[in-house]
């Protein structure tokens, strides 16, 4: 079996005016998230992995040039939840999650990877934040108008 590398990325999709985009997840009806995925070996670069998961999960191509992933150089590290344990190593119970964020135009195509996400819904970030199932998540949501100030 090949286990999951306990490292990951999220992408908080927004607009200008901090509209975010967020995904419904296939197996946990109900349970809204930004674009997240682990790194698919250990010594993939971050970034190729937030381009990566950005474009497997919406479709959107960050592309360096019109649409540019933005490296917030902050992490989290937190608990992985019991139910999804089993795609880890016996024994990791933690992931270092690595936070980035893309600002996209309001009517750029989202085009799901039906096997992870059912539905997409654009929110204003306060209530994007609200409606997020992962506590980390909506952290990086509610310090997005703090990032992009940087």
Same mark, same amino acid.
């Given at each position: ?20 985009? &967020? ?13 997240? +995925?682990? *790194?698919? /070996?250990?010594?993939?670069?971050? &970034? ?5 998961? &950005?474009?497997?999960?919406? +479709?959107?191509?960050?592309? +360096? ?23 880890? /190593?016996? +024994? ?30 654009? *929110?204003?970030?306060?209530? /994007? /934040? ?13 310090? &997005? ?6």
């Amino acid at each position: 079996m090949t286990y999951k590398i306990p490292e990951s990325v999220l992408v908080v999709i927004h607009t200008a005016d901090l509209e975010v985009l &967020l995904i419904e997840r296939t197996a946990n009806p109900g349970y809204w998230q930004s674009v997240t +995925g682990s *790194l698919d /070996a250990i010594d993939e670069p971050l &970034l190729t992995t937030a381009t990566r998961e &950005l474009f497997e999960e919406t +479709g959107i191509v960050a592309d +360096g040039e019109r649409i540019k992933l933005r490296d917030w150089g902050m992490s989290n590290v937190y608990e992985i939840y019991p139910v999804w344990r089993h795609r880890y /190593a016996p +024994g990791v119970t933690q992931n270092t999650e690595h936070i980035f964020s893309v600002e996209v135009p309001r009517d750029i195509p989202i085009l799901l990877s039906p096997r992870e996400h059912t539905a997409h819904i654009w *929110l204003p970030y306060l209530e /994007a /934040a609200d409606k997020c199932f992962s506590p980390s998540n909506a952290e990086a949501i509610l310090q &997005l108008p703090r990032q992009l100030s940087r």
